[in-house]
C-alpha cells in the first residue's frame, strides 16, 4: 500500500460543514509492540507503508483500514519514568474542505493556529490545540 490517509479523496457534498471526516488518530508509546500487536491482531488493521514507503521501520506504523491509515503508531522512549505513556494519544485529524474558511472561522473564535504545508505529500494542515492542550490537525 503506498496511500496514506491525507491522499484520500474529499466529497464534494458535507452536509454544510467544512470538516469532513476524521482523518487519523496518531498514539505516541514505549509500547510500540505491544500496541501494534493490538490493533493488528486484535483489531485487524493492516501495517502499511509510512510516507516516506517504508513498511518495515522499527519506529513507526501506519495501520490502515482499507486504503486508510487510520492510526499512526509512534515509538517513544522515556526513561526513568512510569508515565511514559499517560499521553500516549499525540493528535487527532480531520479532512477538511476550505482552508480560507476555517482559519476565518478560528480567527472568530480567538484559536491560535499554525499552518504547515507538506508540498510532496500535497498537504495543506492547520494545527491547533484544544482545551486540553491535544494537537488537532485540519489537513485540506
Known sequence: MQKHAHSDPVPEACN???VVSLDHVNI?????DETLGFF???IGLLRGATPDG????PNAAWLYAGEVAV??????????????DACALDHIAFRCMDMAAMEARLNRHGVRFERRIFPDYGV???????????MVELSF
Open 16 to 18: 454544510g460543514s467544512d
Open 28 to 32: 505516541m508509546t514505549s509500547r510500540f
Open 40 to 42: 493488528v491482531d486484535a
Open 54 to 57: 517504508d513498511e518495515g521501520n
Open 71 to 84: 492510526v499512526h503508531l509512534v515509538r517513544r522512549e522515556v526513561p526513568g519514568t512510569d508515565m511514559a
Open 124 to 134: 495543506r494542515q492547520l494545527v491547533v490545540r484544544d482545551p486540553n492542550n491535544i
